[in-house]
């Protein structure tokens, strides 16, 4: 059974950092695209980043610059390192994983992925 447990989530300060986790179970992780998404109250999820098979990373808008994805393939762990952080930023985050052929595959729509975890919240306020 596959499993993917998110971790690292808080409050922090605006300006503040935080790492979020994401531990895979029962994936032959090497052949997942994996990405971060994130929900606020009241909004629809969107895609905050991804990184494909052979490590190609993408990033929505908002966050480049400060949001930085990596994955420990032996590990089977997906990180997502946010710096800079803004209110705005403050969401429920979700890591997910599509099972994928393509090593250079990565993508910010929900539809391919298959596998969820079950969020971890980060606020950011003073």
């Known amino acids: 059974q596959r499993q993917l447990v998110e971790s690292g989530g808080g409050l922090v300060q605006p300006g503040g950092s935080l790492r979020l986790s994401c531990v895979a179970s029962?994936?032959?992780?090497?052949?997942?695209?994996m990405a971060w998404f994130r929900q606020a109250p009241g909004k629809e999820r969107e895609g905050v980043s991804c990184?494909?098979?052979?490590?190609?990373?993408n990033y929505t808008d908002s966050v480049k610059g400060r949001f930085t994805v990596s994955r420990d393939n032996a590990k089977k762990t997906l990180y997502l390192q946010m710096n800079s952080l803004k209110p705005e930023d403050t969401a429920v985050y979700y890591c997910?994983?599509?099972?994928?052929?393509?090593?250079?595959?990565?993508?910010?729509?929900?539809?391919?992925?298959?596998?969820w975890g079950q969020g971890t919240q980060v606020t950011v306020s003073s």
């Open positions: 997910a994983a599509f099972l994928t052929s393509a090593q250079a595959l990565c993508l910010l729509t929900s539809r391919p992925f298959n596998d």
């Open positions: 029962g994936f032959t992780y090497d052949f997942f695209t």
């Open positions: 990184i494909s098979r052979s490590g190609v990373a």
